[in-house]
């Protein structure tokens, strides 16, 4: 190691712009902010979405549709799925502990009970809710529903 090949640790030197040094940092003056104007003076910080004063895009889009805060959402399970459970694993009783450790749902799911499909199977579903075809059907092979 001689004088003339010294040269600092790895991440010691910065390579940024320093601002506010002195007229002779090339970025003294105004400090790189322009002149006048909100944007040169301290405490300025403009909003998401701000755009110079020109109507932001977010206003210029047109607005459409509802959004019901009180809706109620389903995970659908179709009586499909309990006869293919029932047959190849000889599942009978259904509950929301069942469906979510098949991945049928999710621990936090309300769960309905839909009409796709055809049930031969004597079932025992408890669940959240059921559509009108599929209470006649596990009703009409003797099967039972509960509702949570």
């Known amino acids: 190691m001689e004088l003339n090949n010294l040269k600092p640790a790895n991440g010691a030197v910065k390579n940024r712009k320093r601002i506010g040094r002195g007229a002779g940092s090339g970025h003294g003056g105004t400090s790189t902010r322009g002149h006048k104007g ?3 003076r301290s405490g300025n910080s403009r909003k998401i979405g701000f755009e ?10 047109p607005k459409f549709g509802f ?6 959402e389903y995970t659908g399970i179709n009586l499909d799925v309990l006869q293919r459970l029932a047959s190849e694993q000889g599942i009978i009783e259904f509950s ?10 999710s621990k936090n799911d309300l769960v309905k009970i839909l009409g796709r499909g055809e049930l031969t199977v004597k079932v025992n579903v408890t669940a959240h809710a059921f559509s009108s ?9 003797g099967g039972s529903i509960a509702t949570l």
Request: avoid cysteine.
């Open 96 to 105: 929301h502990e069942t469906f979510v450790n098949k991945g049928l749902a």
């Open 52 to 61: 110079g004063g020109q109507m932001p895009l977010q206003r210029r889009l």
């Open 133 to 141: 075809t599929a209470k006649e059907a596990i009703e009409k092979v």
């Open 38 to 40: 909100a944007g040169s």
């Open 67 to 72: 959004k019901n805060i009180n809706r109620v």
